[in-house]
């Protein structure tokens, strides 16, 4: 996700997140993970993966992989590694 520079902060880039939030929750989806800046997604209710026992296979420092529940509890008993599709081995 970017907002290009001229147009940061000004609350663009929290309606993208909480608009893609939304519609993977009226979508059914569970949970979302993100591999982003650590102090940026916790607003939205983003926290570490480790948290919730997940991992993801890239050797990333710690706090950047971050996992929310879009319905809560739903990860209470997860644990494991979170497999991206091949593409994202290139970004
Ligand atoms: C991260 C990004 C998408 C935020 O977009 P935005 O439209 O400026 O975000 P908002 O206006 O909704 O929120 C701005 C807030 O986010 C904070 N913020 C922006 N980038 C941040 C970062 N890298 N780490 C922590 N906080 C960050 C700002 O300090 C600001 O905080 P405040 O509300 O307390 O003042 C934008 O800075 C960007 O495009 N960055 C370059 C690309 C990038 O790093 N993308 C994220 C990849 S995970």
Redesign the pocket.
Known sequence: ?????S???????????RAGLDRCAALGTRFVV????????P?FGFLPASHFRLWCSWPVPEGVFMATELVLGVLASAEGLVSYEIEFNDV
């Open positions: 996700m970017a907002v290009i520079p147009h940061q902060r000004q609350g663009i880039g929290s309606q993208l997140v993100v591999l982003g800046h650590r102090d940026y997604y607003r």
